[in-house]
């Protein structure tokens, strides 16, 4: 079986280690990722850069080496309706097409949505498309903090927050008007909604449009520098346990999200809205219950390497029974295990525009202590273990299935100290004992009024 990665993330990576374990792997992506460049060779498959967007090109790439099925799970290219065009040429894809992904790339519409579904997981919102709405909007909310929001897609980058980013209310109607100026995720309109005290963490809903199965939960850390300090990122590292559920949550919490995923994929049916693939939710426990941040449409990276270090089953195989809406539960098994995950990234990530860097990264090595390498904006050089930065986001990523999430921190803190030289920058608060401690303490003591 022929199968095709869309795309060049450490996410793309995860993926399609798992694709090319039972199939001959292509991709089509931006860069020359390592990780897809390697598989896509072992398994004698194809790929090519080219424009990611360009729905007319990745078909064309699908239909030139006759692939079996296809796998979408970025935002952009699900917003521009990658998925509609494959689908159009009768080529098997997993991943929603661009109404179903509507979801991600307009918050108007999801915040909407949610108000439908669960309304009383939606925080209070407004929406402004004109300045003077923006100035009444800030006169109501009064004293109230809030987050404010881009309507469309910003790489995870868009969204600013009263306290860690953004300083008063002034601040944040200067951001909001900014927005709508500057036509910042698409223009046309901002989400102002009230800040939302408490902890997130990330539900990765496998579906395929009826059956729904639900991997552990996800710990994602935004923040670019350590004790959550920074700007916003697309992702740190993550972080998911040997149980559903995360330490700083119950059962029944992780119970009530499913139930919110759940009827979020139901309504999407009943709107005739073609949706597989992933519906990744961003979930808040605060003091007045959860609240639901934002749904994506496709993996989070990087928490696809989580699920994807965690995986039991045949990739490929779900794949194809999620396109042909044949899945059960019995398709899609995990191995139990805690996962970490932790991204190098280059010093100016999320900071300024920088140049390139060069690293040194024994992959073999790493791979042979039972910590797992996904490259994402990074590309080979002539010599052996060295590698450039591609702009200036997250280059490589590591990831440890084990059963203590401590331990597999500490396998991938050796492996950084033990095979890697260079400039590149990670977090090493991620999942670590004093951390995750840390954060259990902070919901305890939310949920009890104490703060």
């Not at 709107?271 to 993996?299: K, T, W, Y």
């Not at 991620?430 to 954060?439: C, F, G, L, N, S």
Request: proline share 4%; hydrophobic share 40%; net charge positive.
């Amino acid at each position: 079986m022929k199968t095709l990665i869309v795309g060049n993330g450490g996410r793309e990576s995860a993926l399609a280690k798992r694709m090319a374990e039972s199939s001959s792997l292509h991709a089509f992506m931006r860069h020359a990722n390592p990780s897809l460049i390697e598989e896509a060779r072992r398994t004698n498959g194809k790929w090519e850069i080219g424009n990611i967007l360009n729905p007319k090109e990745v078909a064309r790439f699908a239909r030139k080496y006759g692939i079996d099925i296809v796998m979408v799970s970025a935002d952009d290219p699900l917003a521009a309706g990658v998925v509609d065009a494959l689908l159009k040429e009768k080529i098997p894809t997993v991943g929603p097409t661009k109404k179903g992904a509507q979801i991600e790339w307009d918050k108007v519409y999801s915040r909407k949505l949610i108000g439908k579904v669960a309304p009383e997981a939606n925080p209070f919102f407004r929406i402004a498309r004109t300045k003077r709405q923006v100035e009444r909007i800030f006169e109501e909310v009064g004293d109230l903090e809030v987050a404010v929001k881009p309507r469309g897609l910003t790489g995870g980058k868009g969204v600013k927050v009263m306290g860690p980013h953004l300083r008063d209310k002034e601040e944040a109607k200067k951001y909001a008007l900014e927005i709508l100026e500057s036509g910042v995720g698409g223009g046309g309109a901002v989400i102002i909604e009230e800040r939302i005290e408490g902890v997130e963490f990330t539900l990765q809903a496998i579906t395929d449009g009826k059956t729904i199965i639900f991997p552990p939960a996800t710990y994602d850390h935004p923040y670019r520098f350590e004790n959550d300090t920074g700007p916003g990122t697309g992702g740190m590292g993550a972080y998911s346990m040997a149980t559903p559920n995360l330490p700083f949550m119950s059962l029944e919490q992780y119970t009530r999200v499913c139930e919110i995923t759940r009827k979020t994929i139901d309504e999407l049916k009943a709107q005739g809205r073609h949706f597989n693939g992933v519906l990744n939710g961003g979930f808040f426990i605060s003091q007045r219950g959860i609240r639901v941040i934002e749904f994506n449409a496709r993996f989070g990276d990087p928490e696809c390497m989580n699920i994807m270090t965690l995986l039991a089953s045949d990739w490929v195989n779900v794949m194809v029974k999620i396109h042909e809406q044949r899945l059960t539960v019995d398709d899609l098994k995990f191995n139990g295990n805690a996962s970490v995950t932790i991204y190098l990234v280059s010093p100016d990530y999320a900071i300024r525009e920088g140049r390139a860097y060069t690293f040194e990264l024994d992959k073999e090595a790493i791979e042979n202590e039972g910590c797992r390498v996904f490259f994402s904006s990074a590309v080979a050089t002539e010599r052996k273990d060295m590698f450039t930065t591609v702009g200036t986001s997250r280059s490589v990523g590591l990831a440890v299935s084990d059963p203590d999430v401590f331990r597999a921190r500490e396998l991938i803190g050796a492996c950084i100290e033990r095979y890697f030289k260079g400039p590149l920058q990670w977090r090493k608060d991620i999942a670590t004992r004093e951390a995750v401690d840390k954060t259990v303490r902070h919901v305890q003591n939310l949920l009890s009024g104490k703060l």
